[in-house]
């Protein structure tokens, strides 16, 4: 049984493995392989969500308070 380290080794080489792979396959392929995540719901979702992370990951973390008064009063009477 392997532990979490050894999981996270092995993902970090898999990864590895497919960034290769794509970076060698040329322009043509790389394009076709992000046209078929992108058609993926799943894998779009995933992609999307990698990409806001992405872009917010240096931003100072808020109470879920403070995002939601943000939003303003949406409350129902």
Do not use: C, I
Not at 8 to 20: I, K, L, P, Q
Not at 50 to 67: P, Q
Request: proline share 1%.
């Amino acid at each position: 049984m392997t532990g979490p380290s050894e999981q996270n080794e092995s993902t970090h080489a898999m990864a590895s493995v497919f960034v290769t792979a794509l970076l060698a396959a040329g322009e043509d392929v790389r394009r076709e392989v992000l046209a078929r995540m992108l058609n993926d719901e799943d894998l779009r979702d995933d992609v999307e969500a990698a990409l806001l992370w992405e872009e917010r990951k240096g931003e100072d973390s808020r109470s879920l308070r403070d995002v939601l008064s943000s939003f303003g009063d949406n409350s129902v009477e």
